[in-house]
């Protein structure tokens, strides 16, 4: 089922997008050349527990497995779902982090004194929370990467910017998809078709979803009050991806190429998509 949001709904979930928001804003400094990819997830564990916000992706279920991290850390040729390690990131990596979190009422509940590696309690939690959630991704280039590197990123991110844009009250779904694709695929690129974007709130992942690919004027028809995310994964090569069945979660490129990732949440108004995991001046970083 398809909700429209109510501004009380949409309130909550932009408290939520500007904490979230101010997390990437603190990777940017953090994620550097020779750190041991586990900083991340431990950066944002302290982030949560300092400002009482849930890391709503523990415990999510799984085909194998629920997910046990805050964070997905995505490294190089992995699409997205990977799981954060203790790995040294190298000068000219491409990592893309994402995450979902929610901010709580410490009165209801103290985020602090919550074990985060009891899995079956964050998915408990998860499963509970009605309040604001906020979902982004964003790739960050380790040290300097090489041209061809900075382009996949360019590319992608001017993807998310034409996705969001085509997200008006009256059109569809395909426009969406096609703007992404259309752009992608003149570049060279292959757009992933195996995981798409989706609605929010109250929940994660709500009807509908929201392909990166498509035939413009196709599909179901755009609403005020839906919110959404646009997550475009961008590959070097080849679309098509394949999936760690050991754990039912990381996703890599089949042919070994290099994917990148962003993804914002916005809500569709009257006046154009309202981004809600924004960072700041939009296209500035």
């Known amino acids: ?164 844009a085509a997200a008006q009250v009256g059109n569809r779904l395909g426009d969406i998809g096609a703007a992404i694709q259309d752009y992608a695929e003149s570049k060279g690129y292959g757009v992933v078709r195996d995981l798409v974007g989706h609605g929010v709130g109250p929940t994660m992942h709500e009807e509908p979803m929201v392909p990166h690919y498509g035939r413009a004027g196709r599909g179901l028809r755009l609403r005020e009050g839906m919110v959404l995310t646009i997550e475009p994964m961008i590959n070097q090569g080849t679309w098509e991806i394949d999936t760690d069945m050991k754990t039912g979660w990381a996703h890599k490129t089949l042919d070994g190429g290099l994917s990148c990732q962003y993804e914002h949440q916005f809500v569709v108004t009257k006046d154009g998509p309202v981004i809600l995991t924004s960072q700041g001046e939009e296209g500035t970083y």
Not at 13 to 18: R, T, V, W
Not at 20 to 43: F, N, T
Not at 119 to 125: A, K
């Open 1 to 164: 089922m398809i909700t429209l949001k109510s501004q009380r709904e949409i309130d909550l979930m932009k408290a939520s997008g500007e904490f979230l928001a101010s997390v990437h804003r603190g990777l940017r400094d953090l994620i550097k050349p020779g750190m041991d990819m586990w900083e991340i997830e431990e950066y944002v564990r302290r982030r949560c527990k300092e400002d009482n916000a849930l890391p709503l992706q523990i415990g999510v279920e799984g085909h194998l497995m629920d997910y046990p991290y805050a964070t997905c850390c995505s490294l190089n040729d992995e699409v997205a779902h990977a799981f954060p390690r203790h790995q040294k990131l190298k000068n000219g990596d491409l990592i893309k982090v994402d995450m979902v979190v929610g901010l709580v009422d410490k009165a209801e509940l103290d985020v602090a004194s919550l074990d985060f590696d009891d899995v079956p309690t964050m998915r408990r939690l998860s499963e509970d929370f009605r309040g604001g959630v906020a979902d982004s991704c964003w790739a960050y280039a380790v040290g300097q990467v090489a041209p061809e590197v900075q382009e996949l990123m360019d590319v992608t991110k001017e993807c998310l910017y034409r996705g969001i």
